[in-house]
Structure formats: C-alpha cells, structure tokens
C-alpha cells in the first residue's frame, strides 16, 4: 500500500504517503482531511476506511503539489483564493495520473469549520507560498502549520506558477514577511498545545515559534548571518528545489529553527527589485505545467 497511517490522538490521525504528512480530523458530523498528499492512489479512499464519519473535504494548507495532488479525490476543496491559482500546478509530475477536473471552496482568515463538537480556524499566513493558511483546531487545541513551521526547516523559495509557462524568480516573502507570520503564531499560542507540520515530524513543540521570531529578528538585524550552504538532514543538494548556489539564498539557523532565505530579500521594501533576482531553482519545472482547471 502507498500509505502509512498513525492515530496521534482519539480523533486525529497522520497518513503518510508520496508528498506530504496529511492529517485526519474527525468530528461527531464529518471527517475532514488537511492536505491530500500526491499520490496517484486514492488517498481519500485509504482515510476514510480509517473513520466511521463520511470523509468528504479537505483543506489545503497551500498550493504545493506535495499536498494538493490528491484534491481530486475529495468532493470538496477548502483554500483561500491565492492557493487556488496554481494547486493545480503539478509541479513536473505528469498530470495525467491526477484528477484535476475539481472545483475549489474559497475560505478566508477567521472562517471556522465546524466537524460537529470540533471547530477549525482558518489562519492566513502567506509566507511560504503565497495564500498559505495554518488551520488552528480551537476544540482540540492543535496547530497545523503546513509548511510555514517544520522541525526541519521553513523554506522562502519560489515555488509555484498562476499561469502555464510562468516563472517566478522571487520568493513567496521576506524574512520581515516571515517575522509577521510568527508573530501572527506566537498570538495565538495561548490557543494551542503543540505544532503539527506536514513535513519532517509531528508533533513539535511551541518553543518553534519563540526560535523562528528570533532567528528572523537576529537576520533582519544583520546579528545571524546564513551559510551558503543551505543542505541539511532533510533538505540535500539533490532536491528538486534546491537553490543554485549563485542565487544568493542562504541558511539561518537559531535553536531549532532553520530558515532558508534569500539574502537580498530581508525587507518587504527589496520586493521592489525582487524580479530581477536570478531565478532561484530549476524554474522550467514550474513552468510547463498545462492547466486543467
Ligand atoms: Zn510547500
């Protein structure tokens, strides 16, 4: 089987697969599912044989192909407006082994989900990829980050495409933009007891958010300054989406927070000249994927 399943909790299960770490929520009315991975394989079928309640949605925490590739399965789509111009993208995997014939529920910051006796809020948060969101379960105090926090590193590269044949050569954001962001998380800690990442373990702990505040202030303010370097445990040289070492991205690293980031863009004001950067990765990826929507 494609595969892996861990009930983490009564209610809430991590299904690992191609792509990303998926989550299964069930309420006392419905099942709902946060990203859908991007195995071929049905990966909606796989979960709800897994819950009593009908397994019908899921919501995508972003546009990645890693986590959008098996929306087809699902009756519903949740994302916010931004996620929806390019989770069609297949990121160089061949289109003709998805579904992409589905249609997209548009959901914005402070929308609430209710699963019967479980309710979920919508966060924007907009760093990573643009319209990211993390999911905050109020009732079950959990916080899906997808990956705007991960235990192995939170990645502001480019990475998506809204048009076939586009190609970005900015990243998502800022480190300031990503500062914003954790401080939008670090709001909300009273709300939750633990992290869950879509990639390289889960549950992680708060402290995440204190270490990324600090990594991005001490980069901001020139005290941390990345190597050129930007491989680690999870991330290597032969990822698809490795930078090119020219590209001027860099590793920041604090505690356990690990940053790769662009290093001429600090500010929100470098956005200005952001499309004259060199193109980051293997951009071409991106931009032969042929729209279905
Ligand atoms: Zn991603």
């Known amino acids: 089987m494609t595969f ?9 299960w991590i299904i690992s697969g191609e792509g990303c770490d998926c989550y299964l929520l069930e309420g006392q009315k419905e099942a709902i599912m946060i990203d859908a991975g991007c195995s071929s394989e049905n990966i909606r079928a796989y979960a709800q044989s897994f819950t009593t309640r009908p397994l019908k949605r899921v919501i995508n925490t972003h546009s990645h192909y890693d ?9 519903e789509v949740l994302c916010t407006e931004k996620i929806s111009r ?3 993208n297949t990121m160089g995997r061949n289109p003709d082994k998805y579904p992409l014939d589905y249609t997209f529920t548009i959901v914005e910051d402070g929308d609430v989900i209710n699963l019967g006796g479980r309710e979920l809020k919508i966060i ?14 109020m009732t079950d105090r959990m916080l899906f980050t997808g990956d705007e926090i991960d235990s192995g590193q939170v990645l502001l590269l480019p990475g998506y495409a809204e048009q076939p044949g586009q190609i970005h050569a900015k990243a998502a954001a800022s480190v300031e933009t990503c ?44 005290e941390i300054v990345g190597r050129k370097d930007c491989s680690s445990r999870s991330y290597t040289t032969e990822a698809t989406y490795y930078p090119y070492p020219s590209s001027g ?23 200005e000249n ?6 980051a990765t293997p951009l071409h990826i991106i931009a032969s994927y042929t729209s279905r929507r």
């Open 124 to 137: 924007e948060l907009d760093c990573h990829s643009p319209g990211d969101i993390a999911v905050l379960d």
């Open 274 to 279: 952001a499309e004259t950067l060199l193109p």
């Open 67 to 75: 986590h959008t590739g098996g929306n087809g399965f699902f009756e």
């Open 86 to 88: 390019s989770a069609k």
């Open 179 to 222: 500062l914003r962001t954790m401080r939008k998380l670090e709001a909300l800690k009273p709300q939750f007891d633990a992290i869950y990442p879509s990639h390289n373990g889960s549950p992680i702990s708060t402290s995440y958010i204190d270490w990324f505040i600090t990594l991005c202030e001490g980069i901001i303010s020139g």
């Open 4 to 12: 892996s399943i861990r009930l983490i909790r009564e209610n809430t």
């Open 249 to 271: 991205y860099l590793r920041g690293e604090y505690k356990g927070a690990s940053l790769v980031y662009n290093s001429k863009l600090i500010k929100d004001q470098d956005y």
